[in-house]
């Protein structure tokens, strides 16, 4: 934490920090369940202790002050808590838009998210752009430049002054990475949020399922007319096959019978 103090009061130009991540505590009773009884700790205190010299708040939980959602899950400790946060200065609060906590490819970690709207502001120009190494492995890019470089070499071959030239070669070139890049950005943003709605869709699933599983349990402890209460367990495969056996008991006593 010394060290995020540090680096936040050099950049004193910085009037409106966004900090977040995996702080590794929590901040309130609200933000735990389960597990050992919450109580401050050396590295939440800390953690404030930075809220409050920076004026930062947690935006989750001034935009939720009620809701109770958790972004870690531990099944071994049977305990769940949010130790992932964005700390937002008190001054974009205003400018927040929207802040959600979304399944991600995490196995025991949820995403956080955070979206802010400066309408009626500095209007964004174009921003920087930097080249992307990692194009050098897409075969579609590499393709494209070799025929960008023979067209653009053929068209501008009329120049001698070979500095030029080299100026132009360079600007046809990131012209169209430019442009394949944007492209390849926007295609992978539409392609994640398809992914993050199927999960969200996974997890809605999963909790109806499970649910009708405890239902069809309890109508199985009904049936057997037994009761199981052990730990809050519910050992709906022992019921199924205590209906199972039952049933064949008095399936052969009726045979007897005739």
Not at 44 to 57: G, K
């Amino acid at each position: 934490m010394q060290e995020l103090n540090n680096c936040i009061m050099d950049k004193t130009e910085l009037t409106a920090p966004i900090v977040g991540g995996d702080w590794n505590c929590t901040l309130s009773k609200k933000d735990k369940i389960g597990g050992t009884p919450w109580k401050p700790s050396n590295h939440s205190n800390l953690v404030l202790t930075t809220m409050d010299m920076f004026d930062l708040v947690d935006i989750q939980r001034v935009r939720h002050s009620k809701l109770r959602k958790f972004m870690y899950e531990s099944k071994s400790l049977k305990m769940k808590s949010r130790l992932d946060f964005f700390l937002v200065a008190k001054n974009l609060i205003t400018s927040v838009k929207k802040t959600e906590i979304y399944p991600s490819i995490a196995p025991d970690h949820a995403a956080i998210y955070i979206s802010l709207s400066w309408e009626g502001k500095t209007p964004r120009g174009p921003g920087l752009w930097k080249f992307s190494n990692t194009f050098f492995k897409d075969e579609q890019y590499v393709a494209m430049i070799r025929d960008t470089y023979t067209q653009a070499r053929s068209y501008y071959s009329y120049l001698t002054d070979k500095r030029l030239f080299w100026e132009m070669m360079e600007m046809e070139i990131r012209t169209v990475s430019i442009s394949y890049a944007k492209s390849k950005a926007k295609s992978t943003y539409h392609r994640e949020q398809e992914i993050v709605q199927l999960l969200q869709e996974y997890n809605n699933l999963k909790t109806e399922l499970r649910s009708i599983y405890e239902d069809k349990g309890k109508q199985a402890m009904f049936r057997t007319k037994c009761r199981w209460v052990e730990n809050g367990e519910r050992p709906t495969k022992y019921f199924f096959n205590l209906e199972k056996r039952n049933y064949n008991k008095n399936y052969r006593r009726t045979s007897t019978a005739r």
